[in-house]
């Protein structure tokens, strides 16, 4: 997932777009100035991510760099890309979840390779394209720490049903949350609402099975299905709209990643339906 203009689209952030940005939202996003420090890491992966190829697993060995891994303390949070030639850097959301405190066995070397996973949406004719076409062992350059808040899930700390929405890319950073255990809280119903466009372009699927053993309910949503899905279909904010049943908004939290048009939408209906705004998480 990238950041593009204001961070309230998730693909790329440009620097004249940087200047537009609001102080509320430079606040829990990426910074308005570009990073003074660069460190300079190997791509240990870089692979399509779906069956298509309009989305790539890059992974980024951080052997070299443990201050920078153990920067990453919250799902959600981002990593600055400055990439050959490219006009602007890319700020791509964290999909893997944040490292554990180190430990002594971990300090000395568990034999595996610490590293920063990210799913690109590959945009011809843009720094994105370019990452994914780059091979493990090639190096760029990314900022020295992360930035960007993440989500603020103690918002939602006492919820007892959390409705996660997600589109396309946007799936990265909720990667990240699931896998950090948020979902394993056996008195929190997790539903996490996933639409792309059909099956070749939906990332993770071989994720899902842990993912429910961790307690999250799957609801994908395909925009422009073959004749063989069975399940949902059209967008996640109408279908979500047609299955809601919220009883109790007090007791509801919701975390929202990806296109502008279904965060919009699905914040209006849940606001319609009682729910505060100040629990309604996104990553920007």
């Known amino acids: 997932m990238l950041l593009r203009s204001a961070p309230r689209r998730l693909h790329l952030l440009r620097p004249h777009h940087l200047r537009l940005l609001s102080a509320a939202a430079l606040a829990s996003a990426a910074p308005a100035q570009l990073p003074t420090e660069w460190a300079e890491a190997p791509l240990a992966c870089?692979?399509?991510?779906?069956?298509?190829?309009?989305?790539?697993?890059?992974?980024?060995?951080?052997?070299?760099?443990?201050?920078?891994?153990?920067?990453?303390a919250a799902a959600g949070q981002f990593l600055p890309f400055r990439l050959?030639?490219?006009?602007?850097?890319?700020?791509?959301?964290?999909?893997?979840?944040?490292?554990?405190?180190?430990?002594?066995?971990?300090?000395?070397?568990?034999?595996?390779?610490?590293?920063?996973?990210?799913?690109?949406?590959?945009?011809?004719?843009?720094?994105?394209?370019?990452?994914?076409?780059?091979?493990?062992?090639d190096l760029v350059h990314v900022g020295a720490s992360v930035v960007g808040s993440g989500f603020d899930v103690a918002r939602i700390a006492d919820a007892r049903d959390v409705l996660v929405f997600a589109t396309g890319s946007g799936i990265s950073p909720i990667r990240s949350l699931?896998?950090?255990?948020?979902?394993?809280?056996?008195?929190?119903?997790?539903?996490?609402?996933?639409?792309?466009?059909?099956?070749?372009?939906?990332?993770?699927?071989?994720?899902?099975?842990?993912?429910?053993?961790?307690?999250?309910?799957?609801v994908p949503v395909l925009s422009r299905p073959d004749g063989q899905w069975t399940d949902e279909r059209g967008y996640v904010q109408n279908v979500f709209s047609?299955?809601?049943?919220?009883?109790?908004?007090?007791?509801?939290?919701?975390?929202?990643?990806?296109?502008?048009?279904?965060?919009?939408?699905?914040?209006?209906?849940?606001?319609?339906?009682?729910?505060?705004?100040?629990r309604i998480l996104t990553n920007f």
Request: proline letters at 10%; a positive charge; one cysteine or more.
């Open 46 to 72: 870089v692979r399509p991510a779906t069956a298509d190829a309009s989305l790539f697993h890059v992974s980024l060995d951080l052997s070299a760099h443990r201050r920078l891994l153990a920067s990453h």
């Open 84 to 137: 050959p030639a490219a006009p602007y850097p890319i700020f791509l959301a964290i999909a893997s979840p944040p490292p554990p405190p180190p430990t002594p066995e971990a300090l000395a070397g568990s034999g595996s390779v610490p590293c920063f996973d990210f799913l690109v949406k590959r945009l011809p004719g843009t720094p994105s394209a370019r990452l994914c076409d780059l091979r493990p062992g």
């Open 178 to 218: 699931i896998e950090s255990g948020f979902a394993e809280n056996k008195r929190t119903g997790v539903s996490l609402f996933y639409g792309v466009r059909n099956l070749q372009r939906m990332a993770y699927q071989e994720r899902f099975d842990d993912w429910e053993s961790r307690g999250v309910k799957i």
């Open 242 to 278: 047609r299955m809601k049943n919220i009883v109790n908004p007090s007791s509801v939290g919701a975390i929202l990643c990806g296109h502008k048009q279904m965060t919009e939408e699905i914040t209006r209906v849940l606001v319609a339906d009682g729910l505060s705004k100040d």
